[in-house]
């Protein structure tokens, strides 16, 4: 009879520990994918947080074309379905997919503007960013450090 | 001896040190060079598929060429008195061609092909009559080309571009955009809609256009400037000028300019009142306006107007008032304000109200000044973008018509195809 008492507490003890294992193995969501946007290394922008987000944006849309040293900018933009493409819309851009059609055929139609190239793979997009002093991108933060070009600011896309 | 043996050790040892690297290191390295030669074959299919067998454009001695242009194409169907109908189909082609010469300097055409098929409404000739207008069968058939936009370009910086040929004029909202796929109403304001012309303001210029923009502070507010002078391609003794200035709340995307400009409306020649047709009538209209695209009387003019420009997310709004001071007769008034609602990816809705107060003409005989009067438009548009290359729209107009009460209903169904 003790021991059956004994056997009823500690199974009154467990029973709440049960849910929590069974909580800790459940899958978590996979940590949020860092993104930077990368310049070349001669790049003397020295703006950080919004400031930066904000030159990056009039760049990459095209309502400015030079960086404030003068330089001429050359955005690079990836595939439309490319997930880096995806957060640079969502956290610096602000803009949905159609909003940004809509802003690129109001460029096209009125000064003849055409949208940034895109760039398949973040080695190539580093490459031309290594090879163009005004030239930028969106890269994995991981794939960003390598010689020739610097992270101006990092990012992580939004849920 | 023993130095050659020294060596000839190290030659033998190095590979297999390598060969003795940690397995997974190497499979590490092999699995991310296969990745590598994965995404250049990827790449190198791709640039395949976009140029197959075919010999790339050469581009002289431009450093760059973009090449593009859009179909635009609109029907129009009329409802008129006593339930007679009418219809126009009118076409219209233009390339956009623009090479980059050299760093700072582009070179920027736009030829354009138009085409006009259909009846035209007729409306009394004189502002007397009352009744609605009748449509009548009047096959009608018209084709042309253009040159809309041909300059060179320099630029020293966002602060500083300068075109010089066949320019636009930086006036208005509508105007700004010009080319027609960008417009969620195909058809122009009321005071622009004849093509090209000289209104109230010119839509376009041969000679300079300075154009800059100035970002001020972090918030990225800027300050944009334009500013012209040049004459119109049928009157090349008078010279017109203007410039405006905006202010772009860059966090609103709000924009708020303020337009002055001067110069000369050349007439139409002088005729003989005998003559048994004039060569222009005046408040007839002709396609989808009550005014002609230009006056009788040869006038100078000075202008000034403001224009808002609102974009915001999935809305857009645009508004622009002017008023032109005009030698001798009436002034001219105008005011137009459109707003659009991108309800779904791919679908727009747009209203615009435009009000015209054409001022005064010689009547069309030259024997005095006749009041040519204001005229209202009611526009609700429905746009569907069904790709990022192709806009559809359904546009329902009320126009009611100057000095009567007379009223057009008429529809237009048009499409635009970008490149």
């Not at chain 2, 040190?17 to 290191?25: E, I, K, T, Y």
């Not at chain 2, 202010?247 to 400009?261: E, K």
Request: charged residues 20%; contains cysteine.
């Amino acid at each position: 009879m003790r021991k059956l008492a004994m056997l009823t507490v500690v199974l009154f003890l467990c029973a709440p520990a049960v849910p929590v294992a069974a909580e800790v193995q459940s899958p978590q969501p996979p940590p949020l994918e860092s993104y930077a946007v990368v310049v070349n290394a001669s790049n003397p922008s020295k703006e950080t947080g919004d400031a930066a987000k904000k030159t990056v944006k009039a760049l990459f849309l095209k309502e400015l074309t030079r960086w404030a040293d003068g330089v001429e900018a050359k955005p690079y933009d990836r595939g439309a379905k490319a997930p880096e493409h995806t957060a640079f819309l969502q956290d610096v851009l602000g803009m949905s997919p159609a909003e940004l059609a809509r802003h690129w055929l109001r460029m096209k139609n009125m000064s003849g503007v055409t949208p940034p190239m895109d760039v398949d793979t973040d080695r190539i997009l580093l490459r031309h960013v290594e090879r163009h002093d005004g030239a930028f991108g969106v890269v994995k933060a991981s794939a960003a450090k390598v010689p020739g070009v610097r992270v101006l600011f990092e990012f992580k896309a939004a849920r | 001896m023993k130095q050659a043996s020294i060596v000839a050790l190290a030659i033998v040892g190095l590979p297999a040190a390598g060969l003795c690297q940690d397995p997974d290191a190497l499979r590490k390295q092999v699995d991310d060079l296969s990745k590598r030669v994965e995404e250049l074959e990827d790449h190198a299919a791709k640039t395949a598929e976009r140029t197959g067998g075919r010999a790339l454009l050469q581009a002289f001695s431009a450093d760059s060429l973009d090449f593009g242009g859009h179909v635009s194409s609109l029907f129009t169907y009329m409802h008129g008195e006593n339930g007679s109908d009418a219809g126009h189909f009118v076409t219209l082609v233009e390339l956009f061609l623009k090479a980059q010469v050299a760093d700072s300097w582009s070179v920027f055409a736009a030829p354009g092909f138009y085409l006009f098929n259909g009846g035209l409404l007729d409306n009394p000739g004189t502002t007397t009559i009352t009744g609605d207008p009748a449509s009548i069968e009047d096959d009608s058939s018209e084709s042309r080309m253009f040159l809309s936009r041909v300059y060179s370009q320099w630029v020293a910086g966002d602060w500083l571009q300068v075109q010089g040929g066949i320019v636009g004029s930086p006036h208005g909202t509508t105007n700004r955009e010009y080319f027609i796929p960008a417009r969620n109403i195909a058809i122009g304001n009321l005071h622009t809609r004849y093509f090209l012309a000289n209104q109230l303001y010119p839509q376009q210029l041969l000679g300079g256009r300075l154009s800059g923009k100035q970002v001020l502070g972090e918030g990225g507010d800027r300050i944009e400037y334009d500013a012209y002078f040049g004459v119109e391609d049928d009157s090349p003794s008078d010279g017109i000028g203007g410039a405006r200035i905006a202010y772009v709340f860059n966090d609103l995307g709000l924009a708020v300019a303020a337009n002055y400009g001067r110069g000369t409306r050349e007439g139409f020649p002088s005729q003989p009142v005998s003559s048994p047709t004039p060569f222009f009538t005046a408040n007839v209209p002709v396609l989808q306006s009550p005014f002609t695209g230009r006056f009788n009387r040869t006038r100078d003019y000075e202008f000034a107007g403001i224009d808002v420009d609102w974009r915001r997310g999935d809305f857009v709004s645009k508004t622009e008032a002017y008023y032109s001071a005009e030698e001798d007769v009436a002034d001219q008034k105008a005011l137009s304000t459109e707003w659009a609602w991108f309800f779904a990816s791919q679908w727009a809705l747009a209203y615009r109200f435009d009000y015209y107060d054409a001022g005064a003409d010689l009547d069309p005989l030259g024997l005095g000044v006749q009041q040519l009067g204001h005229a209202t438009e009611h526009v609700v548009g429905l746009s569907f973008l069904p790709n990022d290359a192709v806009k559809i729209r359904v546009d329902v107009h009320h126009l009611e018509l100057p000095n009567t009460r007379d009223t057009v209903d008429f529809v237009n169904l048009s499409w635009s195809l970008s490149f």
